[in-house]
Protein backbone atom coordinates (compact mmCIF):
# COMPACT_ATOMS: atom_id res chain seq x y z
CA UNK A 1 0.00 0.00 0.00
CA UNK A 2 1.42 2.77 -0.48
CA UNK A 3 1.90 6.12 1.40
CA UNK A 4 -1.12 8.80 1.68
CA UNK A 5 -0.17 12.19 2.16
CA UNK A 6 -3.22 14.30 2.53
CA UNK A 7 -5.28 15.13 5.54
CA UNK A 8 -7.85 12.71 6.67
CA UNK A 9 -11.42 14.17 7.37
CA UNK A 10 -13.16 13.24 4.03
CA UNK A 11 -15.87 10.85 5.59
CA UNK A 12 -17.67 13.23 7.97
CA UNK A 13 -18.46 15.74 4.90
CA UNK A 14 -19.86 12.84 2.65
CA UNK A 15 -22.43 11.60 5.41
CA UNK A 16 -24.11 14.73 4.99
CA UNK A 17 -24.64 14.01 1.75
CA UNK A 18 -27.11 10.86 2.81
CA UNK A 19 -28.68 13.76 4.65
CA UNK A 20 -32.01 15.58 3.90
CA UNK A 21 -34.36 12.52 2.76
CA UNK A 22 -32.05 10.20 0.63
CA UNK A 23 -35.47 8.44 -0.08
CA UNK A 24 -36.08 11.30 -2.34
CA UNK A 25 -36.07 11.83 -6.29
CA UNK A 26 -34.74 14.43 -7.88
CA UNK A 27 -37.41 16.55 -7.73
CA UNK A 28 -37.83 16.50 -3.62
CA UNK A 29 -40.94 14.18 -4.38
CA UNK A 30 -40.95 10.89 -2.40
CA UNK A 31 -40.82 7.77 -4.94
CA UNK A 32 -41.88 5.02 -2.94
CA UNK A 33 -45.78 5.78 -4.21
CA UNK A 34 -46.28 2.85 -1.65
CA UNK A 35 -44.60 0.65 -2.90
CA UNK A 36 -43.41 -1.92 0.03
CA UNK A 37 -39.97 -2.29 -1.39
CA UNK A 38 -39.14 0.44 -2.03
CA UNK A 39 -40.95 1.74 1.19
CA UNK A 40 -38.51 -0.76 2.94
CA UNK A 41 -35.25 0.64 1.11
CA UNK A 42 -35.79 4.16 2.59
CA UNK A 43 -36.22 3.13 6.17
CA UNK A 44 -33.12 1.20 6.10
CA UNK A 45 -31.07 4.22 3.91
CA UNK A 46 -32.33 6.53 6.75
CA UNK A 47 -31.17 3.80 9.31
CA UNK A 48 -27.73 4.24 7.35
CA UNK A 49 -27.74 7.64 7.08
CA UNK A 50 -27.97 7.79 11.52
CA UNK A 51 -25.28 5.18 11.72
CA UNK A 52 -22.84 7.40 9.48
CA UNK A 53 -23.77 10.78 11.25
CA UNK A 54 -22.66 8.85 14.84
CA UNK A 55 -19.33 7.16 13.14
CA UNK A 56 -20.73 3.68 13.22
CA UNK A 57 -19.73 2.78 9.95
CA UNK A 58 -20.06 -0.78 10.06
CA UNK A 59 -23.77 -0.68 11.22
CA UNK A 60 -24.14 2.04 8.27
CA UNK A 61 -22.83 -0.39 5.67
CA UNK A 62 -25.18 -3.24 6.74
CA UNK A 63 -28.17 -1.12 6.82
CA UNK A 64 -27.03 0.19 3.47
CA UNK A 65 -26.72 -3.13 2.19
CA UNK A 66 -29.86 -4.11 3.75
CA UNK A 67 -31.69 -1.41 1.31
CA UNK A 68 -29.92 -2.62 -1.70
CA UNK A 69 -31.49 -5.75 -1.03
CA UNK A 70 -34.92 -4.30 -1.23
CA UNK A 71 -34.28 -1.94 -3.64
CA UNK A 72 -31.11 -2.65 -6.27
CA UNK A 73 -31.94 -0.03 -8.12
CA UNK A 74 -31.43 2.42 -4.92
CA UNK A 75 -28.88 4.90 -5.97
CA UNK A 76 -28.63 6.39 -2.49
CA UNK A 77 -27.96 3.40 -0.66
CA UNK A 78 -25.44 2.10 -2.70
CA UNK A 79 -23.06 5.68 -2.71
CA UNK A 80 -24.17 5.77 1.15
CA UNK A 81 -22.36 2.17 1.59
CA UNK A 82 -19.58 4.12 -0.29
CA UNK A 83 -19.13 6.12 1.84
CA UNK A 84 -19.63 4.11 4.70
CA UNK A 85 -16.55 1.84 2.92
CA UNK A 86 -14.51 5.09 2.85
CA UNK A 87 -14.34 5.52 6.55
CA UNK A 88 -13.62 1.98 7.48
CA UNK A 89 -10.51 1.72 5.14
CA UNK A 90 -9.28 5.01 6.26
CA UNK A 91 -9.71 3.78 10.28
CA UNK A 92 -7.80 0.51 8.27
CA UNK A 93 -5.23 3.09 6.69
CA UNK A 94 -4.30 4.88 9.85
CA UNK A 95 -3.73 1.57 12.22
CA UNK A 96 -1.59 -0.03 9.04
CA UNK A 97 0.59 2.99 9.31
CA UNK A 98 0.12 3.16 13.46
CA UNK A 99 1.73 -0.59 13.13
CA UNK A 100 4.23 0.33 11.05
CA UNK A 101 5.54 3.66 12.60
CA UNK A 102 5.84 0.99 15.84
CA UNK A 103 7.70 -1.56 13.60
CA UNK A 104 4.78 -4.13 13.82
CA UNK A 105 4.76 -5.40 10.27
CA UNK A 106 2.83 -8.32 10.22
CA UNK A 107 -0.05 -6.01 11.73
CA UNK A 108 0.52 -2.61 9.28
CA UNK A 109 -0.08 -5.50 6.55
CA UNK A 110 -2.55 -7.60 7.79
CA UNK A 111 -4.13 -3.41 8.40
CA UNK A 112 -3.19 -2.42 4.67
CA UNK A 113 -5.15 -5.53 3.48
CA UNK A 114 -8.42 -4.66 5.23
CA UNK A 115 -8.13 -1.05 3.59
CA UNK A 116 -7.40 -2.30 0.40
CA UNK A 117 -10.42 -4.46 0.63
CA UNK A 118 -12.69 -1.52 1.74
CA UNK A 119 -11.44 0.45 -0.30
CA UNK A 120 -12.27 -1.49 -3.34
CA UNK A 121 -15.90 -1.74 -2.17
CA UNK A 122 -16.37 1.77 -1.81
CA UNK A 123 -15.24 1.95 -5.29
CA UNK A 124 -17.40 -0.75 -6.69
CA UNK A 125 -20.55 1.03 -5.13
CA UNK A 126 -19.50 4.39 -6.66
CA UNK A 127 -19.62 2.48 -9.90
CA UNK A 128 -23.00 1.45 -9.04
CA UNK A 129 -24.00 4.81 -8.64
CA UNK A 130 -22.21 5.99 -11.29
CA UNK A 131 -24.88 3.19 -13.66
CA UNK A 132 -27.90 4.21 -11.96
CA UNK A 133 -27.36 7.97 -11.72
CA UNK A 134 -24.43 9.19 -14.10
CA UNK A 135 -24.30 12.50 -13.04
CA UNK A 136 -23.66 11.61 -9.05
CA UNK A 137 -20.85 14.01 -8.53
CA UNK A 138 -19.83 12.74 -5.31
CA UNK A 139 -19.46 9.16 -6.19
CA UNK A 140 -16.88 10.32 -8.38
CA UNK A 141 -15.15 12.01 -5.37
CA UNK A 142 -15.29 9.07 -3.29
CA UNK A 143 -13.21 7.24 -6.52
CA UNK A 144 -10.67 9.86 -6.52
CA UNK A 145 -9.96 9.59 -2.78
CA UNK A 146 -9.92 5.95 -3.06
CA UNK A 147 -7.17 6.41 -5.56
CA UNK A 148 -5.28 8.98 -4.07
CA UNK A 149 -4.89 6.40 -0.98
CA UNK A 150 -4.16 3.51 -3.16
CA UNK A 151 -1.20 6.09 -5.13
CA UNK A 152 -3.39 5.84 -8.13
CA UNK A 153 -3.06 9.18 -9.20
CA UNK A 154 -4.14 8.45 -12.62
CA UNK A 155 -7.01 7.86 -11.56
CA UNK A 156 -7.83 10.07 -9.00
CA UNK A 157 -7.16 12.87 -11.55
CA UNK A 158 -9.80 11.53 -13.54
CA UNK A 159 -11.92 11.10 -10.99
CA UNK A 160 -11.55 14.47 -9.95
CA UNK A 161 -12.24 15.58 -13.13
CA UNK A 162 -15.08 14.62 -13.58
CA UNK A 163 -16.28 15.66 -10.03
CA UNK A 164 -15.79 19.23 -11.01
CA UNK A 165 -16.93 19.08 -14.46
CA UNK A 166 -20.56 18.00 -12.50
CA UNK A 167 -19.86 19.85 -9.14
CA UNK A 168 -18.34 23.01 -10.32
CA UNK A 169 -18.21 24.48 -7.29
CA UNK A 170 -16.71 21.00 -5.39
CA UNK A 171 -13.71 23.12 -3.49
CA UNK A 172 -11.86 19.77 -2.37
CA UNK A 173 -11.96 17.80 -5.31
CA UNK A 174 -10.19 20.68 -7.00
CA UNK A 175 -7.54 20.98 -3.69
CA UNK A 176 -6.61 16.94 -4.42
CA UNK A 177 -6.82 17.01 -7.59
CA UNK A 178 -4.27 19.87 -7.33
CA UNK A 179 -1.94 18.05 -4.64
CA UNK A 180 -2.21 15.04 -6.79
CA UNK A 181 -0.66 17.63 -9.64
CA UNK A 182 1.84 18.56 -7.05
CA UNK A 183 3.37 15.47 -5.99
CA UNK A 184 3.59 14.32 -9.77
CA UNK A 185 5.68 17.45 -10.68
CA UNK A 186 2.92 19.33 -12.71
CA UNK A 187 3.29 22.17 -10.83
CA UNK A 188 1.51 24.63 -13.73
CA UNK A 189 -1.92 22.39 -12.85
CA UNK A 190 -1.37 21.84 -9.60
CA UNK A 191 -1.14 25.95 -8.76
CA UNK A 192 -4.35 26.21 -11.45
CA UNK A 193 -6.05 23.33 -9.31
CA UNK A 194 -5.37 25.07 -6.07
CA UNK A 195 -5.95 28.77 -6.78
CA UNK A 196 -9.32 27.00 -7.12
CA UNK A 197 -9.77 25.60 -4.41
CA UNK A 198 -9.19 28.62 -2.67
CA UNK A 199 -11.04 31.07 -4.70
CA UNK A 200 -14.28 28.87 -3.60
CA UNK A 201 -13.14 29.15 0.00
CA UNK A 202 -11.33 25.99 0.70
CA UNK A 203 -9.24 25.82 3.97
CA UNK A 204 -7.98 23.00 6.21
CA UNK A 205 -7.25 23.49 9.91
CA UNK A 206 -3.86 25.12 9.89
CA UNK A 207 -6.15 27.86 7.71
CA UNK A 208 -4.96 27.04 4.62
CA UNK A 209 -7.91 24.58 3.37
CA UNK A 210 -11.79 24.02 3.74
CA UNK A 211 -13.33 23.29 7.08
CA UNK A 212 -15.17 21.53 8.10
CA UNK A 213 -18.45 23.42 8.30
CA UNK A 214 -18.09 24.61 5.13
CA UNK A 215 -17.23 21.39 3.22
CA UNK A 216 -20.57 20.02 4.95
CA UNK A 217 -22.34 22.81 3.18
CA UNK A 218 -20.77 22.22 0.00
CA UNK A 219 -21.74 18.81 -0.23
CA UNK A 220 -25.38 19.38 1.38
CA UNK A 221 -26.07 21.84 -1.23
CA UNK A 222 -25.24 18.95 -4.06
CA UNK A 223 -27.78 16.64 -2.21
CA UNK A 224 -30.37 20.22 -2.28
CA UNK A 225 -29.80 19.90 -6.21
CA UNK A 226 -30.33 16.04 -6.30
CA UNK A 227 -33.69 16.50 -4.46
Aim: charged content about 30%.
Amino acid sequence: MKRFFWAVGTTAALTVACCGGCDKGKSGENPNNGDASQASSGGAIDAGVAALDVGEWTRAYDAFSEAIAADPNAVDAYFGRAAASLAIAEERYRLAEAAATNGDVKTGTAEAEKANENFAKAIADCDKTLELDAKYADAYFIRGVAAQYQGDWNAGIEAFTKCVELAPEHAEAYHRRGEIYDHTGDTEHATVDLKKAAELGYRDADGESESASQEDADVSQTVEERE
